[in-house]
């Protein structure tokens, strides 16, 4: 209980320094996009309170790279805080890493819907009355993502999976600060802190970093909305989806009930043939019994 409490309260102490850093990051967010040009990621000032050093190859891998569009690449904030970068300690069994606060979003929906789906009218209600570090409720969601919603809803008729992918994409574009983009890995290894030790180098050297900050100071700045627009991405991804029941409902209804009907009939008949051999059974018994106590009189 001791150890328990320990490590409860070194992760909220770790969490704060994360916070802490996540304003940093806002701070260099002009646009409140979620998003920091890589350039001025590497361009901080070695006296700045926080230097980043991660690689592009890094970036790119843990999703937090975004590369999309004609405008320079760009790190998201929510992606790059949930990083193994940021980790301070691991061990095989655990790592103490910064807390998402998409979770706690996620978290609170959960507790007002208490369904796994949900029409598009009343997440709009409950999101658009909920705060975060970064986003004051409540206000009125742009016509854009009102749209996305809608779309998605009517993909799944009439209802949103709350824990598909486009949805996790709706709540990135809702709240970019907090929620990171659902990037799909090649290999969920990335993630872990323990697969950027040896030869694996996470971060970038000064001399990668200035080539990069040169490469990309002339190239345009990112626009408002941006990133909505051109990076919006219509693939879905369920937890659980039960596709071969809809298309085929009759015959998996009869696939189903014919082997319920097998089951019975073998439990049926596994019961008579021991009714049958109970009798034979009893009486040899029986038989076996007299025969031993003569022998022992």
Not at 99 to 108: A, D, F, I, N, T
Request: proline letters at 6%; a negative charge; charged letters at 25%.
């Amino acid at each position: 209980q001791i150890v328990r409490s320990m490590a409860r309260a070194y992760g909220q102490w770790q969490n704060a320094e994360c916070r802490q850093m996540a304003s940093e990051l806002r701070g260099l967010d002009l646009m409140s996009s979620g998003r920091v040009p890589l350039d001025k990621l590497y361009s901080q000032p070695a006296s700045a309170d926080y230097v980043f050093h991660e690689s592009t190859e890094y970036l790119r891998q843990i999703g937090a790279l975004d590369e999309g569009g004609d405008a320079k690449p760009q790190v998201r904030i929510a992606n790059y805080l949930t990083g193994p970068s940021n980790c301070i300690a691991s061990s095989t069994f655990f790592s103490v890493c910064c807390l998402s606060e998409c979770e706690g979003l996620m978290r609170e929906l959960e507790q007002k819907i208490r369904a796994p789906t949900a029409s598009a009218e009343q997440l709009l209600e409950l999101v658009g009355n909920m705060s975060s570090s970064s986003v004051d409720a409540p206000r009125d969601l742009p016509e854009t993502l009102v749209d996305k919603l809608w779309a998605i809803a009517d993909r799944h008729k009439g209802k949103v999976p709350l824990h598909g992918r486009l949805f996790a994409q709706w709540m990135h574009f809702v709240f970019p600060n907090e929620c990171p983009y659902p990037h799909a890995v090649d290999d969920p290894a990335v993630l872990r802190p323990s697969h950027w030790s040896g030869q694996r180098r996470a971060s970038a050297t000064d001399e990668e970093r200035e080539r990069f900050i040169s490469e990309f100071a002339l190239q345009p700045e990112p626009a408002l909305g941006e990133p909505l627009l051109s990076q919006w991405d219509d693939e879905e991804v369920l937890l659980l989806e039960d596709l071969p029941l809809r298309s085929h409902g009759l015959f998996w209804a009869l696939l189903r009930h014919g082997a319920m009907t097998l089951v019975l009939l073998s439990t049926v008949l596994a019961g008579l043939q021991a009714l049958v051999r109970l009798p034979c059974c009893s009486k040899r018994a029986q038989k076996e019994e007299k025969l031993v106590l003569s022998v022992s009189v």
